[in-house]
Nanobody, 114 residues
């Protein structure tokens, strides 16, 4: 059974940066596509970044050029580096395996506000 533990969310000012972490228990991140998602109340969960088993990445247009997804294969951790944050990035952020989704973790709250 796969468990996902997200961390790193915080309150940050517009233009600031954060790095989110997702510890993956029960799956090997190097052989699975991994993705970061975000959700705001009343809206559907949105996938914002994906890293494929071969290392390629894909981003939603709304975060392209500002967010970077990466992984540490040895530690089974997936990261999301978020730069130039905007108020519209405010959301709860989650990670998961897009091809075989596990039970969602608790997520981590990112709030971008002055």
């Amino acid at each position: 059974q796969v468990h996902l533990v997200e961390s790193g969310g915080a309150l940050v000012q517009p233009g600031g940066s954060l790095r989110l972490s997702c510890r993956v228990i029960g799956a090997i991140v190097s052989v699975n596509a991994m993705a970061w998602y975000r959700q705001v109340p009343g809206k559907l969960r949105e996938r914002v970044a994906t890293i494929f088993s071969g290392g390629g990445t894909m981003y939603a247009d709304s975060v392209k050029g500002r967010f970077t997804i990466s992984r540490d294969n040895a530690e089974h951790v997936v990261y999301l580096q978020m730069n130039s944050l905007k108020p519209e990035d405010t959301a709860v952020y989650y990670c998961n395996l897009p091809a075989a989704p596990a039970e969602w973790g608790q997520g981590t709250q990112v709030t971008v506000s002055s």
